[in-house]
């Protein structure tokens, strides 16, 4: 019985991302028609994606911008819902079981601002009781990731008062505040000077080393070569390629990833020609 018991205990900390499927279309009004210079009001930004994630791991969304990447993280996120398939969050649905998802999750994007008149220190501690946390932990967590970003030496300024590489090392101490299994972010590098976006790669890999599973987004080749352990590249809203670094470079005869990008993108776009 106790044997059970443990075994119970340890799948019990597995997690896993699910895709199945995913297609995701958006109904354009007539401004965002012209903006976009379509001629039909729909647009399907995802396309029968699927790939799966697993704890103990960086896996990698990659591809250029506009590619569907961010719509992708935002259905996993539960801030979308797919128009068709199914997400599976530690096997529960997104379009059924939003909020226990969003308790084991964090999601990062740059789309999503906090407020310009709070400071970093206010904002943690607001998220911070807003997932329920006590007040003891809130306060650990705050001097474990104050600490590791350097958030002291800004944490009673206003957001608006700081740089864009403090507002996001406040935005990623915020989001992880509740000390959450599953990490997704959206471009967590994107804009950033070489030192802080190395301090938030760096973290993301120690947040592997703690057995989180962690789902990243980026256009940036160079860093997804060095961070991932697995990845899917998203070119035209569908999933060109899943695998490992070393999948790709060799189905693609490459020594570089950014090389065996170019590769699947020219043949993707070869078929849509």
Do not use: W
Not at 92 to 99: I, Q, Y
Not at 216 to 239: N, P, Y
Request: glycine fraction near 6%; charged fraction near 30%.
């Amino acid at each position: 019985m106790a044997f059970l018991i443990l075994k119970i205990r340890k799948e019990s900390r597995n997690h896993m991302i699910e895709i199945q499927n995913v297609t995701k279309i958006y109904k354009l009004n007539k401004k965002q028609m012209a903006e976009q210079k379509s001629s039909s009001s729909m647009k399907v930004a995802v396309r029968q994606v699927s790939f799966t994630a697993r704890d103990g791991e960086i896996f990698g969304v990659l591809g250029p911008n506009g590619a569907g990447k961010t719509t992708l993280l935002r259905c996993i996120a539960t801030l979308l819902q797919p128009t068709e398939g199914k997400i599976l969050v530690n096997g529960l649905d997104t379009g059924k079981e939003g909020e226990q998802i969003r308790r084991i999750t964090a999601f990062l994007t740059n789309e999503i601002k906090l407020d310009p008149h709070f400071t970093p220190k206010y904002l943690f501690r607001f998220f911070g009781r807003l997932h329920g946390m006590p007040e003891e932990d809130i306060e650990r967590r705050q001097k474990e990731l104050f600490d590791y970003f350097g958030i002291q030496e800004f944490e009673d300024k206003r957001m608006e008062e700081l740089s864009t590489g403090m507002k996001q090392k406040a935005s990623i101490a915020v989001s992880l505040a509740h000390d959450p299994d599953i990490i997704i972010f959206d471009e967590p590098t994107n804009g950033l000077d070489i030192i802080t976006a190395r301090a938030v790669t760096d973290y993301l890999r120690l947040l592997r080393e703690k057995g989180k599973l962690i789902i990243v987004s980026t256009h940036i080749m160079s860093e997804a070569q060095k961070l991932c352990d697995r990845m899917a590249m998203i070119i035209q809203g569908t999933c060109a390629f899943q695998g490992t670094l070393e999948e790709a470079l060799a189905i693609n005869h490459t020594e570089d990833l950014e090389d065996a990008f170019f590769e699947m993108y020219r043949r993707v776009m070869e078929v849509e020609k």
